[in-house]
């Protein structure tokens, strides 16, 4: 079991939400469209250059800037 | 009168019950956000006339963006809500409403969507949900109008009945244990059943590849610039022009005969004749210039434009557009979202600044807000300069847009510079595609076109009215001296385009009318049009802005716009 930010995982890859490293204003923004501890997303796409990634939670699909989405630890399974 | 409100995440069809339930005519789309202002309409409870206010959509109770603060203020004013959930994502929807439960308010909790969780697999025991949480459950498919009957009845009773909540408050307040508990629940009462990827899910990934993304993009873009242009010189040229030119020319021949060319009515509501005839681009009168230019020149591309807006809005397009732009927008200081109110604004510029609610500081709504009104042209104006430049060849066109695209990328680099403030990053929910439903999208389309004809006519006919009296009682005489240094030795232009400027504060597109009569040179129409564009907002925008960013920051952009206007203006007439 290992622990990685967001955007290092693969498009298509399959990972468990760990931690949101940021203050309460962002954990709880995260928290309101589904995003918390324990989670399970897949990553569907990631843009080019630094540009937004976009991952399925639940019956979501839910775009991310890149710096937002570089808080967001997953672990792999 | 009670007050009901409709309250829900983004994007899961309050606006779509709302106008079921009181048949007033709301804007729906497919895309988080369409709604940012509530919208107050009336209907029957039985005997009872109640109140019933859309609400714009809200993730939480403690508010990220301007949309969402008007959601919580309301909140205190309602005295029952109606809690409105997409059944195919109801985990993440409870979420509010177990927000909501810790008001003691009556709630009423609607499953919308119902047509779409059969055949995604997904099952909800709702007689359980609501034994579970203590408050009525409902399902409807708000677009095909199912379950409203029902939502209707249980409002009714709801006055009547008390609610006895099941879950603690102290439960609810507590993020982590509000999640904890909705697990709970979501394993009571939902089962889902594996299903295939669909192929709707497959085109939808495709959009936003990284690559093929910005193909499609490029291409959709493309290809709806050439439907507006189709379907608004399709109208022009098959229905407009023969209506104006054989039809309506002959009545208004007799009536200018009747009137008598030199008189002072004549003047007004016909205007000069040019040969003995009148030019409908040039007479300056209310019926001849004021009508035709409103309906014949603008109102085809206004009908084109909202309808191609519209099929890209309804399908769920935007969205996706917003995730490709996200880079080219984080160097303007915005993030890609802000690419929706720049789209809406192509059609009128104050829907557009008023979508910039959306976005969560203040410091990015000032530069949306001043990007659109310096480079985004609305579809009014945009006819105008297609009309007028365009009859010179489509390369000049192009030189003004290309201009205008220019000042917007340039002015947007330089604010993101200069302006205090910090810009957050993207997060959207980025809709399902939705095959659109075609009577929706032309009662959409009507809405808008209908918005365009009452709010644009009246301002468009007293421009053309000042410009007639401008010029009847030769007032740009005494102005002209003043303002000859800017206007000819910068801009290169003839003194008299001092008259349609001065317009440009009323109506954009009859100033940019008002040049066709000056004989000016083709660089001289560019350079009009594009400082026209530039140059101050119109009336209508200029409320909106300062009613949006408060008196002091109304100043700064129009400051923006106006440096922006002169140096642009002396560059083309430069390097041109």
């Keep these: 079991m290992k622990t990685v930010p967001l955007i290092n995982i693969r498009t298509g890859e399959k990972a468990i939400v760990y931690e949101i490293i940021g203050g309460r204003g962002l954990v709880n923004r995260l928290g309101a469209l589904g995003i918390i501890a324990g989670k399970e997303i897949t990553k569907l796409s990631a843009m080019m250059m630094q540009g937004p990634v976009v991952i399925c939670i639940g019956n979501t699909q839910i775009a991310l800037g890149y710096g937002m989405a570089s808080k967001i630890i997953v672990r792999k399974e | 009168m009670k007050k009901i409100l409709l309250v829900g995440n983004p994007n899961v069809g309050k606006s779509v019950i709302f106008s079921r339930l009181t048949g007033i005519k709301v804007i729906v789309s497919n895309y988080p956000g369409t709604t940012v202002d509530f919208t107050k309409g009336y209907m029957k409870l039985g005997e009872e006339k109640v109140e019933l206010i859309d609400v714009p959509g809200a993730y939480t109770l403690e508010p990220t963006c301007k949309a969402e603060e008007v959601a919580c203020e309301m909140l205190e004013q309602g005295d029952i809500i109606v809690n409105v959930l997409d059944a195919t994502n109801l985990e993440r929807h409870l979420n509010l409403t177990l927000q909501l439960l810790g008001k003691s308010k009556p709630i009423i909790i609607v499953l919308n969507l119902w047509d779409e969780t059969r055949h995604r697999g997904i099952q909800i025991d709702t007689k359980k949900l609501e034994a579970i949480l203590g408050v009525p459950v409902i399902t409807t498919s708000a677009i095909r109008g199912e379950g409203l009957n029902d939502l209707k009845k249980r409002l009714n009773d709801i006055k009547t009945e008390s609610q006895s909540r099941q879950l603690e408050n102290q439960l609810l307040i507590n993020p982590e244990t509000r999640w904890q508990e909705i697990g709970k629940i979501i394993a009571q009462v939902q089962t889902i059943t594996h299903r295939h990827h669909k192929l709707d899910e497959r085109i939808g990934e495709l959009m936003i590849h990284p690559f093929w993304g910005l193909v499609f993009g490029v291409g959709i873009m493309y290809l709806s610039f050439q439907v507006v242009r189709f379907i608004g010189e399709g109208l022009i040229n098959y229905l407009l022009d023969p209506f104006f030119y054989k039809v ?61 807006l519209s099929i890209l809005e309804d399908v769920g397009y935007l969205p996706r557009l917003a995730i490709i732009a996200d880079n080219v927008m984080h160097k303007l200081g915005l993030h890609g979202y802000a690419i929706i109110p720049m789209f809406l604004g192509m059609g009128c510029n104050v829907p557009g600044i008023l979508a910039t609610r959306i976005l969560e500081s203040k410091r990015e709504r000032f530069i949306a807000i001043t990007l659109i009104s310096i480079g985004v042209p609305c579809a009014a104006l945009q006819a105008m300069i297609i009309g007028l430049v365009g009859a010179h060849g489509v390369k000049y066109v192009m030189i003004v847009y290309l201009t205008l695209f220019l000042v917007w990328l340039i002015t947007g680099f330089i604010l993101n510079r200069t302006v205090k403030g910090f810009s957050p990053d993207l997060v959207i929910e980025v809709p399902r595609y939705r095959f659109p439903s075609i009577s929706q999208l032309f009662k959409k389309v009507w809405y808008r076109v209908y918005g365009f004809l009452i709010e644009a006519v009246p301002y468009v006919l007293l421009g053309v009215l000042v410009v007639n009296l401008l010029y009847t009682f030769r007032v740009f005489n005494y102005i002209a001296p003043y303002t000859r240094g800017v206007i000819t030795k910068i801009w290169g232009l003839p003194e008299s385009t001092i008259v349609p400027v001065l317009i440009g504060f009323i109506r954009k597109d009859v100033a940019v009318a008002m040049l066709g009569p000056l004989n000016l040179t083709i660089k001289q129409l560019i350079i009009g049009s594009t400082i026209l564009a530039i140059f101050f907002p119109c009336i209508a925008t200029f409320t909106i802005i300062i009613k949006e960013l408060g008196v002091k920051n109304m ?22």
Excluded: C, R, W
């Design chain 2, 555 to 576: 100043i700064k952009a129009s400051l923006i716009m106006i440096g922006a206007s002169l140096i642009v203006g002396g560059v083309l007439n430069i390097i041109l």
């Design chain 2, 248 to 308: 309506y020319a002959p009545l208004l021949d007799k009536l200018s005969i009747i009137l008598q060319p030199e008189s002072f009515t004549h003047k007004i509501l016909i205007g000069n004749l040019f040969d003995n005839a009148i030019d409908f681009k040039q007479s300056m009168g209310l019926l001849s210039t004021g009508i035709y230019v409103e309906f014949g020149m603008i109102l085809p591309y206004i009908i084109s434009f909202y309808f191609m």
